[in-house]
């Protein structure tokens, strides 16, 4: 009988632990008071879950050339927004506006993106757009 509660503890231990880090705070990993933004082409695109990525490459002023890690939402969420995996291509020129990483200076959290035709995509969820609106 001991043993199969071991087990019984083991396997809840795992399955919660799986849970706890599928998903992270995004407080911890952004700071919503601190806006940046950046300029550069796409070099990578990540469209699928928990959130899309792009690695953008962002030539700095001394020449040199730093990749950022830029985050949005969920796919399923830039969907229903009209975003597809193809709206933003590898080579594309963009400019990111987002809230900036807490630790890592080269993460962005998505607001807006602009493409070079000027057209602007939102990665802000409904959330964010009632917070912006008080």
Avoid: C
Wanted: charged fraction near 25%; hydrophobic fraction near 40%.
């Amino acid at each position: 009988m001991k043993t199969l509660a071991a087990i019984v503890v083991l396997i809840l231990s795992l399955a919660i632990s799986n849970v706890s880090f599928a998903h992270h705070s995004y407080v911890a990993e952004f700071d919503a008071n601190n806006p940046g933004s950046i300029e550069g082409v796409v070099k990578e695109v990540w469209f699928k879950n928990p959130h899309i990525r792009y690695y953008i490459t962002v030539t700095n002023d001394d020449g040199s050339e730093t990749v950022w890690d830029v985050r949005g939402l969920s796919p399923v969420k830039l969907v229903r927004q009209g975003w597809t995996r193809k709206t933003i291509k590898v080579g594309d020129h963009v400019k990111v506006d987002g809230h900036s990483g807490r630790t890592n200076k080269t993460i962005l959290s998505i607001i807006d993106i602009t493409l070079a035709d000027g057209t602007v995509l939102s990665s802000r969820s409904v959330a964010y757009d009632i917070k912006d609106k008080k």
